[in-house]
């Protein structure tokens, strides 16, 4: 049982993205259902508008609903106390692709700081930068710069009554509340509706980023079609 919330809130972030104005290359979004683990993973690919095909640079995005937070929040619409509060995982790597050398790291990473702007109550960490090197028996190696942001968004807790404390814990929420769907979806909306600013803030950070990273100063290959030209 969803009550909609994890779509809610790939929906709130889907919008995000259309605000930037960023482009989705060559795939479609994607939902996964992990069979074996029954956690839901949404992925997404965003790139700067008119930036080539294949992209100089794209942002790929993973939201993770795990099964334990799936669980928690049924136990919290059941009004049951839980241990902690249900929490989505984020996972964005940019990438800097199509590269004709090796980039100097260190000038990748001022643009790449350790951590993100905070989105809820933690930031997410930086991991260590991949180079990948790829060749071909008729062209020029092509070379590719990866760095990953890793994290969790936990979810607020609505609040019980109009004018309560917006950070009240979840057990605290599970007081007084029963499994009725009036009361699901009321929480659902709440939570959603809170949690719509902050993707929102993750949406324009992901934008700032790629354009910063773009405007670095790399050594790029030139487009797939002016290669086909000459």
Known sequence: MLDHLFLDTVGVLRAALDDTLLERPGQEDRLVFDMLNGDLIWESSVSLPGDGDPPRVTADINLDWSAWSQAAWRGLAAGEEVDGAPEIGIEIVFRA????????????????????????????????????????????????????YEGTYRLPAPAEEDGADSETLFPAWARGRGPDAAGRLGATRQVSAATKATLEALGAWLASTLVHLADLDLDYLPPAEEEEED
């Open 97 to 148: 692709q199509r590269l004709a050398s090796r980039p100097a790291l260190s000038k990748v990473l001022e643009v790449l700081p350790p951590t993100s702007p905070l989105f809820g109550s933690e930031p997410l960490a930086r991991s260590a930068p991949i180079i990948e090197e790829a060749y071909d028996d008729e062209g020029p190696a092509e070379i590719a710069v990866e760095v990953a």
